[in-house]
């Protein structure tokens, strides 16, 4: 106890001797008294004047003072340890000694065994509960400015403590918090199902819960109306014994990282689109270049067949044969057409920014439309060689998973050198795991890559890329979307022999996917129906005309004002093709306000859009709208689409 001695201690006693005895016992010991007062006022001078580490305080005073009144307005001015000294040990006296929280007691006559003991004792509590309370001050003032939300409950689940920034995500004030059950506080959502959990802090208050904190957990947050993403960690707090106390929840809001990662993917995307701009210009060009091509022939022999003068060698035309050539160059040409509205459908989708939400995929038809997007690169570089063996569906997003393949197979066609491409193979092959996953294999027989480098082709902006063709994070935001969805990618690698990468996804349900069911054909004899064609574009009047006109009874409107003349007509239209330009040009509210005056329309009108389904359904101008036909479009498309759509019809209203 060497360090107590020089302590300052007060020796507050109205008999002069017992206090002259207890100073010279003191300062005997080493420590220092420099005043011994009598009465409160004497006390609390003394007390301001010399700042002491310790007062005995005799429980009677002067001038009728009570020594336990003068120790509550002492410690209510500064924090000193009190010793009371009295020759009466009662019990009333005990219990108003109490409440004042002394630091011990002594009882008259004191021997100098006893007061070395309690003084020693006194100042060593005094210095431990001083740096006690110090430690939690400095825990709890880092609690509060940690940017991180924490919340504190006890083992019964009830909240003791909430720093601000949880008081700012959960919108409750922590006096209003303190005391409830966490589930009062906020609700936390399974992200995927929605469902609100039981257990929002797990097995945390378990006995044999392990003590280390649980990886972070990436759930929702709903507080009243208001849902945010967070990422939440959980830990049960346990005594030297193992004992529970309580439990901790630390969480975050991650709506904008969520928000930085999308534009990432985004920019990503737009990346690889950079990259394979000449390859896609080549495979627009080529079937342009046919259009072209086969039109100008197309008016060549238009022109010899409204001719009537004979051949140069003074032969008549072989009409029949002309006939042929004609239609054969027209179906190349609507071949081509398709091919180039497949290219533009790919790189809009790829372009535009997507919802995450995760849904049953098949990633066959991802994969399948990766290939297409880089088939111009592999086909310059090697030979392609596709095994789609039956996977299970994965619950993802299939424009995500797209971006993924974009990327692993753009790297293995990179690795391989241009210019052999019968001396090189690329292998994409699909397959169930012994696991149950879905598994995607890509095998190139390219360069291969290091054994130093191969544990950093993942990290974000890590590559091995001459400048000026990539900026590394394109791998590594392919890893991080497999992961997002439970999923792995791994690498085995030959320098010199090739590289294989391995996507595991884990299986969202056992059933295959169901096969698209086939559209039946339109009957010769299947009954006229009356449509009404809302469109602006002549051409596409005309392919609506030529689509639908045989079988159907069609009337046009180019703008609202003419629509909705013939809608409020006593005509009674059995289908509405709308086109998406005319809606926004009219406004979302006419329509709306129609489909509310005539609801038995709703199921009727067929949305014609420029972006695809996908951009119908997040500016579609009422939700009650169903069905949707992405432009370009083919004659048959429609006509089947519309055939179907009155089979439907006819089968929820058979009268």
Known sequence: MTALVGKKILVVEDERLVALDLQRSLEHMGYVVPATPATTAETLAAAADHLPDLVLM?????????????????????????????????????????????????????????????????????TMETQLRQRE??????????????????????????????????????????GKPLHEVFVVLDERTRIPLARPLGQALHPHWPSSTDAPQQVALRCGAIERPIEQSVAPIRDDHGKVLGAVTVFRDVSERRLTQQRL??????????????????????????????????????????????TPDGQAFDRPAIHTQAIGLAQEIEMAADRVSRIVADLKRFARPTSEAAVPTDVRKALAWALRIVANEVRSRAQL???????????????????????????????????????????????TSQQGQATITITDSGCGIADDVISRIFDPFFTTKPAGRGAGLGLAIADGIVRSIGGTITVESTLGVGSALTIALPAASARALPMPVGLVAISADAPRSKILVVDSDPAVQRTIKLALSGHHQLTF??????????????????????????????????????????????????????????????RQPSPAIRTHLAKPFSPRELSELVHVLLASLTVESPA
């Open 265 to 310: 993917v985004t920019a990503d995307r737009m990346a690889s689109l950079g990259t394979l701009a000449a390859g896609i210009a080549h495979e627009i060009n080529n079937p342009l270049t046919q259009i072209l091509s086969n039109a100008a022939q197309m008016t060549e022999i238009l022109g010899q067949l409204g001719s009537p003068a004979p």
């Open 385 to 431: 060689v596709t095994i789609f063996e039956a996977v299970p569906v994965v619950l993802g997003s299939e424009m995500l998973l797209g971006q993924v393949f974009v990327n692993l197979l753009t790297n293995a066609v990179y690795a391989i050198t241009e210019g052999a491409p019968d001396h090189n193979e690329l292998r994409v092959r699909t397959h």
């Open 557 to 618: 409107a180019s703008n609202w004002t003419a629509a909705i003349g013939h809608l409020y007509s006593d005509d009674r239209f059995d289908v509405v093709l709308c086109d998406g330009q005319v809606v926004d040009v009219g406004g979302p509210h006419v329509l709306t306000e129609l489909l509310v005056a005539k609801p038995e329309l709703a199921a009727r009108v067929v949305f014609l859009t420029r972006d695809g389904s996908h951009a119908a359904e997040h």
């Open 58 to 126: 005799d429980v009677r005073l002067a001038n009728n003072d009570d020594g336990i009144a003068t120790a509550d307005a002492l410690r209510s001015i500064r924090d000193v340890p009190v010793v009371f000294l009295t020759a009466y040990a009662d019990t009333e006296t005990i219990l108003r000694a109490r409440r004042v929280g002394p630091f011990g007691y002594l009882v008259k006559p004191i021997r100098p065994d006893e007061l070395r003991s309690t003084v020693e004792i006194a100042l060593y509590r005094h």
């Open 137 to 178: 001050q400095w825990f709890a003032t880092t609690l509060r400015a940690i940017g991180d939300a924490v919340i504190a409950v006890d083992p019964a689940g009830l909240v003791t403590f909430a720093n601000p920034t949880a008081e700012a995500l959960t919108g409750v004030v922590m006096a209003d918090a303190v």
